[in-house]
């Protein structure tokens, strides 16, 4: 990989011999686990101005109608996470000359406060080509990464790295991005434009353009709402922290209507039924024609799915069961993937796995030659487990003397399930009947008998590592516990993309590991922590909320622990800030542990259920300044490896269910201060 330096550019074209598609990824770190930014991407003519404000892409208006431009949202990684985006230059418009990437905080964080800041240009079949890492900001709260501009028919990139203190709104203002103070932006209706995107900045104070509404409670039934009246409701509003954009498009209602059945034995006829399958072999079968079918007739689901594979925006088709040659005797990949964009074809072979049955190598790597031979693009994977940086699902060989490239890329059912999800309640669909066929595909994966239920299986190695830390013989070193973290990895990444479905929010893994930490070196400390402790932790930070939500696993004891972390307000009295504390927890379990965080150490706690006649109790006897409160929920944990109704995943599922839609989703009334303390008339938290 090529290290850039800032000021430095390079010629694509130098670094592969295939750069007409390429990725970019922003990623960065944070000590404290809870940085984060947006990015943004804008395209610029020979002017250096964006030709409108059409041009501006960010979280609200995240692909070009030609499929130029793709934000393909934030993927785990081992050191934190990171934002990627899909650039087919080939796409891009001849009166384009430049594609800026560019990246913003909110609220009053700076880029100072992140560390490992780094962008990275990957080829299509995502082997990196160059990287820059930015080592000098400090209290920039926008900043632009780099660029790629046309020189002599020739795409190249530069590595910029300038800071912006003014913000997003600085930045867009230099680009021509029309910016509109919060008295404008109050005016603008925001959800019935079907023309171009229009697009407004907040102002360079960070200050929100809309309310941000309450969180709903995630849904514990997984089941999804009835499809009718579709097109009469919006897709709920995001909390602003820049630009928006207003298109309206169809999501599902809220509620489904009440049903015309005489009974519950009466079931909805479905376009997807799910009969009693006899043999795994007919439900891989028909959930890859069920997935194909409907990545075909939804374009916005297509796309979402295959942009991130390197796949063009066109007319796609997609087959089943096809016979391709190999040798003495013919291959059938479970499906085929064709993109058709200005007379080329982008292709990719599919090979499905249901109901926790795990890939098998010599299949993948007959389909990488066969990919290779006949000059396809791409080899997809899906199954019920979850990738992980490092660990590979499975391991093929691929022939580097070869010059055409054949990448291998992974799906989880679980992610699937997320990208329509996703679509249907929160983003949108171009029409009714899209929002329905996705409907109706939710439906089908989240059945009990379409084998597509995402990661289910702690493995072979879960009850031996739980007897061995029972029995206390579990040594530090074992394999058996390294197998058990990796799986616990797994199970946190895919409660992430349930949860960051139901609500529509980012939510994503805490990973405060430093750049270029060895995976493996990783999981075996955690492992040897594992034998030493008996508990398996992790966090989680969902973007909209509250502090990081905390979840720990503890073996020993057979309990399960979900937590945040609160922080005090910067002013009012103690008695005033704990009373506020318990009247927001109104509608909490009883049962929740509530505890006040002094500096240096931890102070009081009790039950919710104690506190409520007393928040007096939650102060300090010394008088220690309070600087915030721990709220903890414990619940018994499930001792199968599995995820039936007495298995350890169901029950981590339902512990995440219950904090945040019993806890979390009030902490927002906590921060919102009353007339007298705006007015300043309230004291700093301090001793009673």
Request: glycine fraction near 10%.
């Amino acid at each position: 990989m090529h290290e850039m330096s800032k000021g430095a550019n390079v010629g694509l074209a130098s670094l592969s011999e295939d750069a007409s598609s390429v990725f970019v990824g922003l990623s960065w770190s944070s000590a404290a686990g809870d940085g984060d930014a947006d990015v943004s991407v804008l395209l610029l003519d020979n002017s250096g101005k964006v030709r409108s404000d059409a041009d501006f892409y960010f979280y609200n208006h995240p692909a070009a109608a030609d499929g130029s431009v793709q934000l393909l949202g934030k993927t785990p990684t081992e050191n934190g996470s990171e934002d990627r985006i899909g650039l087919d230059l080939t796409a891009v418009p001849p009166d384009v000359n430049s594609i800026v990437v560019a990246a913003s905080q909110y609220g009053t964080t700076t880029f100072g406060a992140l560390d490992d800041l780094r962008m990275t240009v990957s080829d299509r079949s995502g082997e990196a080509l160059l990287g820059f890492s930015i080592t000098d900001a400090t209290v920039e709260t926008a900043f632009i990464f780099g660029e790629l501009y046309r020189r002599n028919e020739e795409w190249k990139f530069r590595a910029v790295g300038q800071g912006y203190e003014t913000g997003l709104a600085g930045l867009a203002t230099d680009f021509g991005i029309d910016v509109v103070d919060d008295e404008e932006a109050d005016g603008t209706d925001a959800g019935t434009n079907d023309a171009a995107p229009s697009t407004t900045t907040e102002p360079a104070a960070g200050r929100l353009l809309d309310a941000v509404p309450a969180q709903p409670a995630p849904r514990t039934d997984r089941t999804a709402p009835t499809p009718d009246d579709a097109a009469t409701t919006p897709a709920p509003a995001r909390g602003r922290r820049g630009p928006r954009t207003a298109k309206k498009k169809v999501t599902l209602p809220k509620a489904a209507k009440k049903s015309l059945a005489e009974s519950d034995t009466w079931k909805p006829a479905r376009l997807f039924p799910v009969p009693s399958y006899k043999s795994d072999r007919e439900r891989e079968v028909r959930a890859t024609s069920v997935l194909l079918s409907v990545m075909a007739e939804v374009p916005e689901f297509g796309r979402r799915l295959t942009a991130g594979f390197g796949a063009p925006a066109g007319r796609m088709q997609t087959f089943s069961e096809v016979s391709l040659p190999h040798g003495d005797s013919p291959k059938r990949p479970d499906g085929v993937i064709r993109v058709e964009r200005a007379g080329k074809l982008w292709t990719a072979l599919v090979e499905t796995k249901t109901n926790g049955n795990p890939l098998k190598a010599e299949q993948v790597q007959n389909y990488m030659d066969i990919a290779t031979r006949r000059g396809y693009e791409a080899v997809i994977t899906l199954s019920n487990d979850v990738a992980l940086e490092g660990s590979p699902l499975v391991d093929v060989k691929i022939d580097g003397r070869r010059k055409h490239k054949v990448a291998l890329w992974h799906l989880s059912w679980a992610e699937v399930a997320h990208q329509a999800q996703m679509l249907i309640r929160h983003e949108g669909v171009g029409n009714a009947a899209h929002a329905w066929l996705l409907e109706e595909l939710l439906h089908y994966l989240q059945h009990e008998n379409s084998g597509c239920h995402g990661f289910q299986n702690m493995g072979p190695s879960w009850v031996p590592v739980r007897n061995g830390i029972d029995a206390e013989t579990l040594c530090q070193g074992d394999r058996q516990a390294v197998d058990v973290v990796e799986s616990w990895e797994r199970l946190i990444r895919q409660v992430c993309l349930r949860l960051g479905g139901e609500l529509g929010q980012k939510a994503l893994p805490v990973q405060r590991a430093k750049r270029g930490t060895d995976p493996e070196s990783r999981r075996a400390k955690l492992a040897d922590r594992l034998c030493e402790e008996g508990r398996l932790s992790a966090e989680v930070r969902v973007d909209g909320t509250h502090g990081i939500l905390a979840i720990t696993a503890d073996l020993r004891t057979g309990k399960l622990r979900t937590s945040v972390d609160l922080p005090a307000p910067e002013s009012g009295y103690p008695l005033t800030i704990a009373k506020r504390l318990v009247r927001v927890l109104a509608e909490a379990p009883a049962d929740l542990h509530v505890q006040t965080l002094v500096d240096g150490g931890n102070g009081p706690r009790g039950t919710l259920e104690r506190l409520r006649p007393e928040p007096g109790d939650l102060l300090p006897k010394d008088g220690a300044p309070i600087s915030g409160f721990r709220l903890t929920l414990f619940k018994g944990m499930g001792g199968s490896r599995g995820s039936t109704e007495s298995g350890f995943i169901r029950s981590v599922d339902d512990a995440v269910d219950r904090f945040y839609g019993t806890v979390v989703t009030h902490l927002g009334q906590f921060d919102r201060r009353t007339p007298r303390q705006r007015s300043g008339m309230e004291q700093p938290v301090a001793s009673g």
